[in-house]
């Protein structure tokens, strides 16, 4: 019997096969640390007089609480201040390399290490980040840990790991116009739930998924942690190599030939038997949005706020009527008439290049819906020069959109770009959990398009649902 | 880390399913770069409701949680662990645990009980029968006792082993470390290194400003 491509990256990467029910020890190809999940692991370190094993294979940017305004500036909170200079000294101190605030390739870890031709097919990649699941868009087994993890592959370059399961999930047919790789993954999680992969990697195959481009691609990997999953692979192909070639840290020469060759082995065999498999219809997507407070509570936008009572399990009929009270909604509702206060543009799901193209193409000569805030925030520093270089920054700002540096910002509130309570947000981000962009607000997770539109009308929308449809979309 | 064979104290009964990383602790607590004191973290969103069931006095020394399912799912922080240790929880009993969470929980110490629903139900209705009930949790027999009551958890055999031995897995892995350099010798050479560092040439990036709304 054949293998799965997860199985094949684990048998790649095995030092010690785990005996008596012991796990497998798994070497780690790349480490990529944050200043919040590393401190302790880099004290603990310090406490057991250890050293980081392989700095060559580990790397370091701020991104999770560092302003997006005024990033000349000393940083104005204090606590957020002292965990960046934290980073920097450890960085210092175990001779890793950096990337700070005001430096081009600072961003979020999850931009940064792709941008880099860091990431690559046939790795595994992991930092103390849920999010690092984004780089299993390139074929590899990407996965987020925790500090004591962090810790372990600092001093070891290794992880004890048990075997995961696998979960094929065959989207095939032909995304209709206008729908994005975030509906996909969007009406996964709906479909199998915040739990439903639970201990699998998930491998996304499909013609669907074979037509996306590598930036769409990491954003359904991205997103797989919000399925319970540990992992998202999918498997490399023409498009993968052409991404990775020519990017500062890719193979040349002979070395790429090698390891094009390699990676084109880098398949399930036809042959092989998955856990679990799921089926998704490309052609019946729609815009999707979330309407609570989990991932998994997310509705086609052309739908209404549900009724708690509609659901038979008893457990979600009380996470639904609990979500519905946080959010401030009413049953049957049409979602296109809820007004939104605030658009997020960013994140490691949605805030590359192509996000930002998408979004200024829609954006392109209209003007904001009155009272609505646009954050656009690019994913890294490069992404910032590029849209800057496209002319991408004059559109957000002739929208009247706020155009910011580099960082997670709103996705998760822990610099000052926040949500005020009750403020409500169409967010291109990957988490509507309650307080999640600041304390009290309310999130609906959208794709790139649906944030452009709902700017536009100030009401949770699609580019459909804009008078003159742009160009690009038709 | 201290060994764990078995735990008596207060349960709690949390009826929620779903109990993300972020609800147990909010963002804006892990700016610290310190290793505990995050118990006034725990659950911090919620704490600030007086009905909340941590704020009632029957409950204050909890230290055996029984959650919905799905406990811990969203953000990989480890921070969530150490809030429920630093504020006294001892056990997480739950049908369902998010992986990461999980996984962090048992380096940690903290021992995450996995019961079914159905026998969750069954605490959830003693615990709230009797406010302040304590529940004993042997880690040598995986079962929890409530009273009259006694069910079965599962935990993987490995874990158990480490808890109940208090073992430190980097300490386990060392023991290994000719197996982690002979296969770094087996490793190809086109294989990304960050260092030396390569990149395109550096840029000024302009910092953006505050706009009046």
Redesign the interface.
């Known amino acids: 019997m054949g293998t799965t491509l997860a199985e094949k990256l684990w048998d790649n990467h095995l ?2 096969k ?1 005996e008596d ?3 497998d ?1 798994i ?1 780690i ?2 480490h990529m640390c944050h200043e ?2 590393s ?2 692991a880099f ?2 370190l310090r406490l ?1 007089g ?1 050293q980081v ?1 392989r ?5 370091a940017t701020e991104d ?2 560092t302003p ?6 000393p940083i104005a ?1 204090e ?2 201040r ?2 960046v200079n ?1 980073l920097r000294e450890n960085a210092a101190e175990f001779g890793i ?1 950096i990337h700070s605030l ?5 961003g979020i870890v999850h931009v940064v290490g792709p941008q ?3 990431t ?1 097919p046939g ?1 595994t990649v992991v930092c ?3 999010h690092t699941s984004t780089h299993g868009a390139f074929g590899s087994l990407a996965f ?6 962090v ?2 592959v600092l ?4 992880l ?1 790991l ?1 075997p995961f399961k696998t979960m094929a999930i065959n989207v095939n047919g032909t995304l209709p116009k206008g729908s994005t790789a975030k509906d996909i993954i969007l009406a996964i999680i709906a479909k199998i739930g ?2 439903g992969g ?2 699998y990697v998930l491998e996304y195959r499909g013609d669907a998924i074979r037509a996306l481009s590598m930036e769409a691609r990491m954003t359904i990997c991205n997103m797989s ?2 399925a ?1 999953a ?1 992992a998202g692979i999918i498997a490399p192909d023409e498009t993968t190599f052409d991404y990775v070639k020519g990017r ?2 890719a ?1 040349e020469g002979a ?2 030939d ?2 094009v060759e ?1 990676w084109r082995t880098l398949v399930t065999d036809d042959d092989a038997v998955f856990d679990a498999e799921v089926d998704l219809d490309a052609n019946d997507l729609e815009p999707f949005i979330t309407w609570g407070t ?1 991932p998994g509570q997310g509705l086609p936008l052309s739908a209404s706020v549900p009724n708690p009572e509609d659901f038979a399990d008893e ?1 979600e009929r ?2 639904a009527a ?1 979500a519905l009270e946080y959010m401030g909604l009413t049953p049957g509702t049409p979602f296109r008439e809820i007004p939104v206060d605030t658009v997020f543009l960013g994140s490691c799901t949605n805030g590359r290049i192509e996000d930002l193209r998408a979004a200024a193409a829609i954006l392109k000569g209209r003007t904001k819906a009155e009272g609505v ?1 646009l954050l656009v925030v690019p994913g890294s ?2 992404v ?2 590029q849209a800057e270089a496209e002319g991408l920054d004059t559109i957000f700002k002739d929208f009247g959109a ?4 580099a960082g997670c910002s709103m996705c ?3 610099n000052p770009d926040q949500l005020r309570p009750q403020e409500r947000s169409a967010s291109t981000s990957n ?1 509507n ?4 962009q600041g ?1 009290g607000g309310r999130t609906h997770l959208v794709s790139p398009l649906v944030a452009a539109a709902t700017a536009v009308r100030g009401t949770l929308s699609s580019p459909d649902d804009l008078v003159d449809a742009p160009a690009a979309l038709v | 880390m201290e060994k764990f064979t078995t735990h008596t104290g207060v349960g709690v009964p949390l009826r929620r399913s779903n109990v993300d990383t972020d609800q147990i602790i909010p963002a804006v607590y892990l700016k610290r770069i310190t290793r505990t004191g995050f118990e006034d973290a725990l659950f911090a969103a919620w704490r600030g409701d007086a009905d909340f069931i941590l704020n009632k006095d029957e409950y204050k020394n909890g230290s055996v949680l029984v959650a919905g399912p799905d406990f811990g799912t969203g953000s990989s922080r480890e921070h969530a662990v150490w809030a429920l240790k630093d504020y006294g929880f001892k056990v997480v009993i739950a049908s369902r645990f998010a992986d990461i969470f999980r996984g962090n929980s048992g380096k940690q110490g903290l021992l995450a009980a996995v019961v079914s629903q159905e026998n969750i139900e069954l605490l959830w209705k003693l615990l709230d029968a009797e406010p302040g009930k304590q529940i004993t949790v042997s880690l040598e027999d995986r079962t929890v006792t409530c009273g009259e009551l006694t069910v079965p958890f599962e935990i993987d055999d490995y874990v158990r082993w480490r808890l109940m031995e208090g073992l430190d897995d980097i300490g386990l892995t060392l023991q290994h470390e000719e197996d982690i350099t002979a296969f770094e010798g087996t490793r190809a050479g086109w294989r990304p290194q960050t260092l030396p560092a390569k990149h395109l040439p550096s840029v000024h990036i302009e910092a953006a400003r505050p706009v009046d709304a």
């Open positions: 030092v010690r785990g029910g012991a796990p020890l070497y190809d790349l919040v999940t401190p302790q004290e603990g057991a250890r094993r700095p060559d294979l580990t790397i999770h609480n997006t305004l005024d990033i000349d500036l909170d606590t957020s002292k965990q934290k390399r005001g430096d081009a390739d600072q880099l031709g860091l690559m790795m103390g980040d849920s987020g840990i925790g500090t004591s993890e810790e372990h001093a070891t370059q290794t004890p048990k915040t739990g639970q201990g942690i919000e319970g540990r500062p840290h193979p070395d790429w090698e390891a390699f989990n457990a009380e996470a609990n805030r520093a490069r910032r020069l706020e155009w910011r540096n998760l509130g822990m988490r959990f309650e307080g999640r304390k």
